[in-house]
């Protein structure tokens, strides 16, 4: 058996001792020929055995002996850039084209939803000659019609790895956008051509684009953004996402767009962000970590991070992602066998995975269904209950823009702590107070006030960091086929719960919230047992706690 050699790098103290990173065979790959630097950069990020002999982890799917441990400091740079112009154009073309169809396509239902039932009992009615329509009839058709979008974001949310992997993030937004323009068409038209089918159809087509976005954008800010700026750049699809749905109830006001005539024009109206995204995101580079490990393009994916960060110093950054691909190299592809079996891997994705869950099984959209009723409880009148609840998705907003700012002064880990013990505390009351509400009006305006801080605590982290925890727990040849397990599992859960709130709703009425408070609980639990902090840390510093916890 070759020799262990053991390799080092040294501090930047320059205290004269080096520090060790551990052995690796003479002959492994990772030595690369001699060129020390890059191997000890290899070494890091696979975080090797401190000496022959320690455990390390093999693959399961090849007999090369991987390891994976580290000991002593990191020396690397904390990659600390500041927000420039080009990193801004870069975020808003992807994020605003992409998210924004996310949330619109969610909320814009919601007004318009009488007249259309009423459209549709029309063209039915017509197609039968005249004869009078069953109304579950129509109602049925209206909810598939809604539910129709998050089947499509659950085929997207699946479909993300591929297509991030054949077409690349930004090339996959682009690629997924083209849908926008077939659904855009086939909604606009629908009430030219009296069929409804055209609109579950371009429901279905915009769902899966939405499904796409909801993988293919964090992925792409996480990339190209600095490390000291990732949480916050990742916040801002969640921020894009409140936004659109804030505007689609705005147009979607009976004196705007929401009319018996404009209606189709409120739904084709998706059109306009993909136009924005197809006129600006092309000046963009593609992830700089993509074009180097993936399509293997050293000089087009330097010249791609220099335009991110507006400056030619980039070296410690392209040798982080060189060493990373290096690794890369004698690791194999990572498959869903591997991603289910290797605990290096299956431990980020289970966190991953329920993060996604916690966030749909909130009872975010209990909340949102219940605020117009809970209005009108408080005395509200059907206009007052209405602008309310843009006030509520005005909160949303303003609190999610604060939390891209709090996410990197305190954490991932702390602000989802806060958000989700805060929505324990809220719904326990809430559930307390919609007990009372018709006894007194006190009562009923604490109501309105526990539904507004709910609101505040889901904004806060809940809704915003699982969209880009996944793309910090995992590396790049990982990263793609993680993700699209937990958005699929994202819509999936979302689509459930759309489909199971109702019945349970009036099965149990306002103690239909005593289920999420049991859930909340445990999601508080999860949480503080469970998820790690990831905030100005690298990925071999948060594998390496991963690799810890698996040997407990």
């Not at 401190?50 to 390390?56: E, H, Q, T, Y």
């Not at 629908?190 to 579950?200: G, P, Q």
């Not at 809704?463 to 995992?474: Q, T």
């Amino acid at each position: 058996m070759p020799r262990p050699a053991m390799l080092y790098y040294d501090d930047e103290e320059e205290d004269g001792s080096p520090d060790s990173v551990g052995f690796i065979e003479e002959d492994h790959p990772l030595q690369l020929h001699g060129n020390r630097e890059l191997a000890a950069q290899a070494v890091k990020l696979l975080q090797v055995p401190s000496r022959p002999g320690d455990a390390s982890f093999a693959s399961s799917t090849t007999d090369m002996d991987v390891p994976i441990y580290v000991r002593g400091p990191s020396s690397r740079s904390t990659g600390n850039r500041s927000l420039n112009g080009r990193l801004l154009f870069a975020i808003i073309a992807s994020a605003f084209g992409s998210a924004f169809q996310h949330g619109y396509n969610t909320g814009v239902v919601n007004a318009p939803q009488t007249l259309i039932e009423k459209w549709i009992n029309g063209v039915i009615s017509a197609r039968n000659d005249g004869k009078p329509t069953d109304q579950t009839q129509v109602t049925l058709i209206w909810a598939v019609a809604v539910s129709i979008f998050c089947v499509g974001g659950m085929v997207g949310g699946l479909s993300t790895g591929f297509v991030a992997e054949k077409f690349g993030r930004k090339g996959g937004l682009l690629v997924s956008n083209a849908l926008v323009i077939v659904s855009a068409a086939l909604q606009g038209v629908s009430k030219i051509y009296s069929s409804y089918e055209l609109i579950i159809i371009g429901r279905f087509i915009i769902g899966i684009n939405s499904g796409l976005n909801a993988g293919l954008t964090p992925m792409y800010l996480a990339e190209i953004s600095p490390m000291n700026l990732r949480g916050s750049v990742g916040t801002v699809y969640q921020l894009v996402v409140t936004i659109s749905i804030l505007i689609s109830q705005i147009l979607g006001l009976d004196y705007i767009l929401g009319t018996a005539e404009l209606w189709p024009v409120l739904l084709a109206l998706i059109i306009v962000p993909a136009i924005f995204m197809f006129a600006t995101l092309p000046f963009c580079p593609e992830s700089p970590k993509y074009t180097l490990i993936n399509k293997k393009k050293d000089i087009e994916a330097e010249r791609g991070l220099q335009w991110l960060r507006g400056t030619i110093e980039v070296h410690d950054e392209m040798d982080e992602m060189r060493a990373e691909n290096e690794a890369m190299k004698v690791i194999p592809r990572v498959t869903l066998r591997e991603m289910l079996s290797n605990p290096m891997l299956k431990t980020p994705l289970g966190i991953s995975v329920m993060i996604m869950l916690c966030q749909q099984l909130s009872g975010i959209n209990a909340v949102m269904f219940f605020s117009t009723k809970i209005f009108n409880m408080a005395g509200m009148s059907d206009d007052g209950a209405k602008y309310a609840t843009l006030g509520m998705g005005s909160l949303n907003v303003i609190m999610t823009l604060i939390s891209l700012f709090l996410v990197e002064l305190t954490g991932r880990k702390t602000l989802l702590m806060i958000g989700f013990s805060s929505m324990f505390v809220v719904t326990v009351m809430l559930t307390i107070a919609l007990m009372f509400v018709n006894v007194s009006s006190i009562v009923s305006g604490l109501a309105v006030i526990l539904v507004m801080a709910f609101v505040i605590a889901f904004a806060v982290g809940p809704g915003s960091i699982p969209w880009f925890l996944v793309s910090e727990l995992f590396n790049s040849s990982a990263r793609p086929l993680a993700t699209s397990i937990a958005v699929g599992v994202n819509w999936t859960a979302n689509f459930v719960v759309g489909l199971g709130f109702l019945p349970l709703q009036e099965m149990l009425q306002s103690n239909v919230f005593l289920i999420f408070v049991v859930l909340l609980a445990l999601f508080v639990l999860y949480v503080y047992k469970k998820v790690p902090e990831t905030k100005n840390k690298t990925l071999e510093e948060i594998q390496m706690g991963f690799r810890q916890e698996s040997y407990k």
